[in-house]
């Protein structure tokens, strides 16, 4: 008991000074400049000593007193993770301080901490940040497992020479609160109730900007300096983590700190800036932490010192280290780093009405790896079919997007397509007028800034041929505005932009159809496997890959094109000796494309290599990216070099693409090697090497006399990716198990209509299989044999109406022929033993049965929408796949809309035309018709069964299927046989009770609709009244019934 009075004695002395004189200023800069320094007349217990009074004294424990909202005797424990042993001598031992922040007494006289101005501000959980969800702060998960003291009743009746029991039996649930609140934010203008961004809106605003933050003025005037150097940026960054550099470590305060415990598991201490909740990591170990916070969502941005704490004492006792906000990484602006072989894209998008009434879209993407920019516009309908088309092809990993400005159609179309991939796209929405500048001030922004410098006329070049320039402009405003808030200056002044096209001059195809057909993602978990992409990705560099990507989007329309990638490929499939050394060249590329986008990024760019700290790690960066350039170009240049000595092969590529001089006085030959001499001098051994300051100066020179050949490099690097692709077709054409054949692309002419010695579309297939339908469960496909329009042998009807069982491969010979088209016009061989096409301009499919619900579009609607775009824009060249339309209706409307859909396309559009269905009665209402093909998916019963069960034979057969045999397949599902037997009966008793409904469909399988067309000409002559007739009239109608005539003789003829 004595023990216990002389240390309450000693701390209950008074302190030597008072709050009042104690200064605001920063003192000294050996410890970090949030640091406070403690008076030398306190002691280091003066702050806690309250902690220790008994409930019943009668004295009042001393308030505490903190200058600027500092103190250095907070700090909790810091993990394994957070610092060196250096710091964690400049904190309290975590035993102590566990005691400390668990001996409290709600019967204190001070009421614990809340008197306190430290803990004063109330609890905040923060803005909306990516992947924010409820959080339990580390030390009450410690106080609920660890060991507390008891109540003071349970103390007062213990020995006080007995031993200090922690047990939770003996805390209440109202203190464990009171100890969690002590880790929440002590700010109360970042509290929710109260949070306010920059221009004072509130969060139920619709103008409420969440990047930025509401800090009141007389609070940032009491802050340190240290503590304004902070907020101003966090003030301007709210949906960034904000690293703040100290000294040798990089700490995260409040909402950035919760995110970092949560995220990283990161213990959380009261400390940092302004004694706030703050978490941290030691700057070898900041890239990694970095890495996984952008793969799972989050932007960050570095604080960095601009100079060491003795530059800072060289300008006076109280000044502050200076710092600066050097940059912010977000998933869509990696550089390098773990991002893969795609490209990582950033798209801006701009909305705007059209005077017809249609939907016009500007858009703006980047990628700023390879530090390329692509502007253009795309007009839309109702559907955003088009939208969806430049959202499958660019698959960005984030899109900005003006507030309160897009439609409710276009919301749902991005909704929708950013989870058609393996990871969703971030959606930013921007502040419209302000991220989103008008048009008209576009051009002038960019100038000013010196944006896009390295290339000349880039305007006239990226805006010509733009349709909509002003929505291209906007987006284009967009996308730069943002990436400067981004501090990716360098980026734009250094990058090159070039115009985009959706759509023109290619086979084109939409949103939807790119999704039901698979091309880059499947519709199980959105990978690649199962789709057209992973079929065809042989490639050996990722610069390949991505060209390949892009050729998938924009398969060739042209023959004469087509047909230069065709010899190519035929030639390499014939060379194995050519195509090993390619590979042997190929597999020693790094990605080219990248590090030539960094080196120009870097071009005339020294500011980042004059911080103190982290210069010399960026100017090893650059050391590293610059040598693997170069040494990848050597050996792009060596492998072109030896192609050009085979006059066979190098005659056929350059058709494809165009090379530079590579040799002699004036070829890039002996200017490369003149940058290899030079990096073997001045940076030998590159992993091990140690950078100095002098080669700063040594790479910049470099890079400036490299980048004067950046256009030369840059056809270097396309004829490589284009060698790659190429290769990867004739290489997919030999590990086929099955015969590939190469397409033959038959220019038609412009001539349209049914009669004799008209050149019309044409697609047949011989031999057709699915190419990678059963890849994985190692069957071997059924070949079947498609034949749509004339061919050589002469007239065949371009529709076919296929009908067939469930599950007998509908499905698949329609995949199958869409993807053979694409292929053919790809410059790729095709899975079949023959394939003779003219070219398709627009390929369009309703597939599959889905809905969506978190769009709000049920599964008829989807069905509809889909079949409005064919309808809307479908030409006598397009290829068109209606899968089992109407199903998702009542069967009469469902009927009746397949009926009429079809007549359409059969009569109007007159295109090539695969349209699947169980809707029978339409092979009785079109049995007869000239234009059209019946036929079925075979299938037959297993004689050896019982049960009759139903065998598919996945072969195109003539004629039309009976029925669709779904009872057969019911059972195949599993379903009891009661139940299928109960469903058979009622199947007959309803087939008895519609048949009459379809009667007339019967009788008038003899009679098509094109004969109703015929009738209807020739009542039409028959009415007219000879009194009516004026001069001319009655050659007319004798011409008008000599056509008919000549008309369905030319169709009996083709019919027999």
Not at 473 to 483: D, E, I, M
Not at 757 to 769: D, S
């Amino acid at each position: 008991m004595k023990r216990q009075q002389s240390i309450r004695s000693f701390f209950q002395r008074p302190p030597q000074g008072s709050a009042a004189e104690m200064s605001e200023e920063i003192k000294g800069t050996e410890t970090p400049p949030e640091k406070e320094q403690r008076s030398n007349g306190q002691s280091m217990f003066d702050s806690i000593k309250h902690k220790f009074v008994k409930p019943n004294s009668v004295e009042k424990p001393c308030n505490r007193t903190v200058s600027g909202g500092a103190n250095d005797n907070t700090n909790l424990v810091i993990n394994k993770y957070s610092y060196s042993n250096e710091r964690e001598k400049e904190i309290t031992a975590s035993v102590s301080q566990k005691v400390i922040n668990v001996i409290k007494d709600e019967k204190m006289d001070c009421e614990g901490d809340r008197g306190n101005p430290l803990f004063a501000e109330c609890d905040i959980t923060g803005p909306e940040t990516p992947g924010t969800r409820p959080l339990v702060s580390r030390l009450k998960r410690v106080q609920e497992n660890g060991c507390n003291f008891g109540s003071a009743t349970t103390r007062t009746s213990m020995d006080s020479s007995k031993r200090v029991k922690f047990s939770d039996d003996f805390v209440d649930e109202n203190k464990k609160d009171e100890l969690a609140s002590e880790m929440a934010s002590k700010f109360d203008w970042l509290h929710p109730s109260k949070i306010k961004d920059a221009n004072g809106r509130s969060p139920n605003n619709p103008l409420y900007d969440r990047r930025t933050l509401y800090i009141p003025p007389d609070v940032l005037r009491k802050m340190t300096a240290s503590q304004k150097q902070y907020w101003s940026v966090k003030s301007q960054y709210m949906d960034v983590l904000i690293f703040f550099k100290v000294g040798k470590f990089y700490e995260l305060y409040e909402v950035d700190a919760e995110i970092g415990h949560k995220e990283l598991d990161w213990k959380m201490t009261m400390s940092g800036v302004g004694k706030c909740r703050q978490v941290g990591i030691t700057e070898n170990a900041i890239d990694d932490a970095i890495d996984k916070l952008l793969a799972r969502g989050y932007k960050v941005g570095r604080v960095e010192q601009l100079e060491t704490s003795e530059q800072a004492k060289s300008r006076g006792g109280s000044a502050v280290i200076q710092r600066k906000l050097i940059n912010v990484l977000t998933p869509s602006t990696l550089i390098n780093g773990n991002i893969g072989p795609q490209a990582v894209h950033l798209l801006a998008l701009k909305e705007g009405r059209v005077d017809d009434g249609t939907t016009a879209f500007g858009f703006a993407f980047v990628d700023c790896a390879t530090l390329q920019f692509w502007v253009g516009s795309v007009t839309d309908d109702a559907s955003c079919a088009a939208l969806g088309a430049l959202l499958m092809q660019v698959s960005p990993a984030e899109v900005i997007f003006e507030s309160q400005r897009l439609s409710k159609e276009a919301q749902k179309a991005l909704n929708k397509y950013s989870l058609m991939g393996s990871a969703a796209s971030q959606m930013t929405p921007a502040q419209p007028g302000t991220d989103f500048i008008d048009y008209s001030e576009v051009q002038n922004f960019i100038q000013r800034n010196g944006y896009f410098k390295s290339m000349a006329n880039a305007w006239d070049r990226a805006l010509n041929g733009i349709v909509h320039q002003d929505a291209a402009l906007c987006a284009l405003g967009g996308l730069t505005n943002h990436l400067s808030r981004l501090q990716m200056e360098d980026a734009l002044r250094n990058g090159s932009i070039l115009p985009y096209e959706v759509y023109k001059g290619c086979l084109r195809m939409d949103g939807p159809t790119m999704a039901n057909l698979e091309i880059f993602s499947n519709n199980v978990d959105g990978g690649t496997s199962g789709t057209l992409y992973k079929y065809l990705d042989n490639c050996l560099t990722p610069s390949g890959k991505r060209l390949l990507r892009k050729w998938l989007c924009h398969p060739l329309k042209d023959v004469e094109e087509i047909n230069r990638r065709l010899n190519v490929v035929e030639e390499f499939k014939g060379r194995i000796d050519i195509m090993t050394l390619i590979a042997q060249y190929l597999r020693k590329l790094p990605d080219l494309e990248r590090f030539l986008g960094q080196i120009k990024a870097t071009s005339q760019s020294s500011a980042l290599l004059l911080l103190p700290l982290i210069g010399r790690k960026i100017l090893k960066q650059r050391v590293k990216a610059f040598v693997s350039l170069v040494k990848g170009l050597r050996v792009g240049l060596d492998l072109l070099m030896l192609l050009q000595r085979e006059d066979g092969v190098i005659s056929l590529l350059l058709k494809i693409f165009t090379l530079p001089t590579l040799s002699g006085d004036d070829g890039l030959d002996k200017f490369l090697t003149q940058f290899e001499a030079s990096i073997d001098s001045d940076f030998p051994n590159t992993q091990a090497y140690e950078v100095k300051d002098s080669d700063a100066e040594i790479l910049s020179i470099l890079i400036e006399l490299f980048m004067e050949k950046d256009n030369e490099w840059f056809k270097i690097i396309l004829a490589l990716n284009s060698i790659d692709v190429l290769r990867s077709f004739a290489t997919t054409a030999n590990l086929s198990c099955m015969a590939m054949s190469r397409p033959v692309i038959i220019p038609r002419s412009n001539l349209s209509g049914f009669g004799q010695g008209c050149e019309g579309p044409t697609l047949h297939v011989k031999g057709l299989c699915h190419p990678y339908a059963l890849g994985e469960s190692g069957g071997t496909p059924v070949p079947n044999d498609l034949c749509l329009g004339d061919n050589e042998f002469g007239y065949n009807p371009r529709t076919l109406l296929l009908t067939g069982p469930n599950m007998g491969g509908k499905s698949t010979l329609l995949r199958a022929t869409c993807l053979a088209v694409i292929l053919a016009q790809l410059g790729c061989y095709v899975l079949c033993e023959q394939c003779v096409l003219s070219p398709v301009d627009i390929i369009f499919t309703r597939l599959g049965a889905t809905d969506r619900i978190m769009t709000g579009e049920s599964t008829f609607l989807i069905e509809c929408t889909e079949t409005a775009s064919v309808l809307q824009s479908a030409s006598q060249d397009s290829l068109v796949i209606l899968d089992e339309l109407g199903r998702g209706t009542s069967t009469f409307d469902g009927y009746a809309i397949a009926y009429a859909v079809f007549r359409h396309l059969l009569e109007k559009v007159n295109c090539r035309l695969l349209f699947a269905t169980h809707y029978h009665p339409l092979t009785k209402e079109f049995a007869t018709h000239p234009h059209i093909t019946l036929q079925h998916m075979a299938c037959t019963f297993d004689s050896t069964s019982t049960n009759q069960q139903l065998v598919f034979l996945y072969r195109l057969t003539s004629g039309a299927c009976p029925e669709s045999y779904g009872m057969q397949v019911a059972l195949m599902a599993g379903i009891p046989n009661k139940v299928v037997e109960a469903a058979t009966k009622a199947a007959k008793g309803m087939k008895t009770k519609l048949a009459v409904s379809f009667k007339s469909s019967e009788r008038r399988a003899e009679f098509s609709t094109l004969h109703e067309e015929w009738l209807k000409s020739v009542l039409a002559v028959s009415k007219v009244e000879d009194h009516k007739l004026e001069n001319g009239d009655e050659d007319d109608l004798f011409d008008t019934l000599f056509c008919l005539w000549h008309e369905i003789k030319s169709s009996n003829q083709k019919v027999k």
